[in-house]
């Protein structure tokens, strides 16, 4: 790869808690098996009709009305992730052309983030509107030295039969091989690109960001939270009363929940983060000694709503396919159906927000969709 | 005592030493086992993961035909003195009585057998038997069920698998292949039409990405016939698929200046 302007060199080292990865060998953090037979267990009731009592019904706890206005904002920019990139595009031996296979529900813009941050050209994706517009395509690199960023291919195409010319015209250009490009889409985005436009020939081998992990999840945490926080906070699991953050003597959280977070949000950061928020509750009647404590309850199963109705899930998919979508959009890219009833639905039960009046998945009900689309055999994406 | 009545007592047991009570268990045990996996399974199976699904229906006549079995080989000897000369009897018996009177329906039951280890058709799959099309149900002993797209039941004597082709669509697979056909009139652009159709299909959100695309084009003698074969995810879905499919095929060939024209049966 063709170094650009950057000043954060760093080479990789043993403890970085993301790497680039292939993005085929990709497996998702482990569960600890308490937590794997409780999920089961949690299914196996929904499947039968009977759903366990949320915790949200312990009387001593509240949703802090604060976090809901945290929750619909945006998970603290992955520093580990960005560090990740900067080691790529430090390294000469890349090729060329490298594509990243973004995990989903990415709320920060990560690559552009990043490129911003490096002083790195972007392509941006034509308009919107002319993405079906029946005019010729042509698509031109913007010339120059250093690497060309495309931080969303998300928004070259629409998955319609008239929606795929832009995509086209882009790839044919990047196969000219006229400029270094590191080019990004999510997981969805790829698999779906891979079946219509073969991109996977142009642009073989993507690299992923390898999953978080316990330790790293607690250390990202760690990190953030005092950046993100209203006030100075406690964080503390409510069934234990245990630090969320503290350590055992061999360096080691002396509970599961940060393995559950990793596994639940299948390693990926933002995800995690947004699972953690929903997870955050603050006593009714708080003592002296918590009045600044923030209690962590157990991680809920959640399912979708409708058992899973194929309407909904197909909404959710082509979200997740073009990373976030306007309502009028919406509707071309779907089978002939009324999305407008089911998009209240899915936004007033946190599974899709709007912003802008486009629609997108929430990060934190990611796991439950992902696992929805696999339970109705949808063609899923690599990351997980 | 004469010879045939000693024979007859040494074939059945005595009647003073035949537990009927154990043998009314085992029935209505087995029956019940039967129900509770013939209801039970198609019911997870509607619910659960789709990967489970053809499985689970799958797995109802097998079980069946095991219980079967298993209550036959456990009754058997509670009635009848098991040596080669009785069962040679009871045979032989069994043979006049199943010419004369159970011959269709035994040879539905022994169709039902074969079908197992042949598998013309599983529960879950999609047969056309005559000129039925449907979603097979469920297998019993004596006939299996069809849903058909029109959401009718027929019910097909097993007796077919001896002398009608079964056509199986997916063939234990989870999808199958969905075709729609359009006819054009000769006169256009035939360099853009094929990768729009298959733009067409590549862009549903019904469709599967394990299996290929393509478009097949041949001049017929009314028109250009474009005939394009994608599989969807979930074969249940094959009818909205088609559909979509089959509307915005339509669009496409609009878009780019095509004229459809009546199929050649309607044409005459």
């Known amino acids: 790869m063709t170094t650009g302007p950057d000043t954060h060199a760093a080479p990789e080292r043993a403890d970085d808690p993301i790497t680039l990865v292939d993005a085929e060998q990709i497996t998702p953090p482990p569960w600890p098996q308490k937590a794997a037979l409780q999920a089961v267990l949690s299914r196996t009731r929904q499947l039968l009709g009977r759903r366990r009592k949320p915790f949200m019904d312990d009387d001593r706890l509240r949703r802090p009305a604060w976090l809901d206005e945290v929750i619909q904002q945006r998970s603290p920019v992955c520093t580990p992730a960005l560090n990740a990139l900067t080691r790529l595009l430090n390294d000469s031996n890349e090729p060329d052309l490298r594509l990243i296979m973004l995990p989903p529900c990415d709320d920060n813009a990560l690559l552009d983030t990043w490129a911003a941050r490096h002083g790195l050209d972007c392509l941006a994706p034509p308009e919107h509107g002319a993405l079906l517009a029946d005019e010729d395509v042509s698509v031109t690199l913007p010339e120059g030295d250093g690497v060309l960023v495309i931080p969303d291919l998300g928004g070259w195409f629409l998955r319609h039969h008239h929606g795929l010319r832009h995509v086209r015209a882009l790839l044919a250009q990047l196969g000219k091989g006229a400029r270094a490009c590191i080019i990004g889409c999510n997981s969805w985005t790829w698999a779906f690109l891979c079946k219509a436009v073969q991109i996977d020939l142009i ?61 639940r949000s299948l390693g990926i950061p933002w995800v995690a983060w947004h699972l953690w928020q929903r997870s955050l509750r603050e006593r009714i009647d708080p003592d002296e000694d918590d009045r600044d404590t923030l209690w962590v309850v157990a991680l809920e199963e959640i399912s979708l709503p409708g058992d899973g109705q194929t309407e909904f899930l197909l909404i959710l998919h082509a979200l997740l396919i073009h990373g976030a979508l306007p309502g009028e959009t919406l509707s071309q890219v779907l089978p002939d159906m009324a999305p407008g009833p089911l998009l209240q639905a899915l936004e007033s039960n946190g599974y899709i927000a709007r912003h802008n009046g486009w629609f997108y998945c929430q990060p934190g009900a990611y796991p439950a969709i992902r696992r929805g689309l696999e339970a109705a055999g949808f063609p899923m994406d690599l990351y997980g | 005592m004469s010879e045939s009545a000693e024979q007859g007592a040494q074939l059945v047991r005595d009647l003073q030493n035949i537990d009927f009570v154990e043998i009314a268990l085992i029935l209505v045990g087995t029956w019940l086992a039967i129900m509770v996996v013939r209801h039970t399974l198609p019911w997870l199976a509607e619910r659960g993961p789709s990967q489970t699904r053809l499985i689970l229906m799958g797995a109802v006549p097998v079980f069946r035909l095991l219980a079967l079995i298993v209550a036959i080989v456990w009754i058997t000897p509670l009635v009848i003195r098991v040596t080669l000369e009785n069962f040679l009897v009871i045979a032989g018996a069994a043979s006049v009585a199943i010419g004369f009177a159970f011959k269709d329906y035994v040879s539905s039951l022994i169709a039902g057998v074969v079908a197992l280890f042949e598998k013309p058709w599983r529960p879950g799959d999609w047969v056309t038997v005559g000129d039925h099309y449907g979603e097979v149900q469920s297998v019993g002993m004596r006939a299996l069920t069809l849903r058909t797209l029109h959401d009718d039941i027929i019910t097909v004597p097993l007796l077919k698998l001896w002398d009608s082709n079964i056509v199986n669509a997916n063939d234990g697979a989870r999808t199958l292949m969905c075709v729609v056909d359009f006819y054009l009139h000769p006169d256009h652009d035939t360099a853009q039409m094929p990768q729009a159709l298959k733009d067409v299909a590549l862009t549903s959100a019904w469709l599967g990405y394990d299996r290929p695309v393509a478009v097949f084009v041949e001049q017929t003698r009314v028109g250009t016939h474009y005939e394009l074969r994608a599989y969807p995810f979930e074969m249940r879905d094959q009818g909205p698929f088609r559909s979509d499919m089959t509307l915005r095929g339509k669009a496409a060939i609009r878009a780019l200046g095509g004229m459809e024209i009546s199929a050649p049966a309607a044409a005459g």
């Open chain 1, 203 to 263: 642009l073989p081998a993507p690299l992923t960001f390898s999953p978080l992990e316990e330790m790293a999840l607690r250390r990202w945490f760690a990190d953030e939270m005092p950046e993100t926080a209203p006030i100075d906070r406690r964080f503390r699991l409510s069934d234990s009363g245990r630090d969320l953050l503290a350590l055992d003597e061999r360096g080691r959280p002396d509970h599961d929940y940060f393995r559950q977070l990793a596994a």
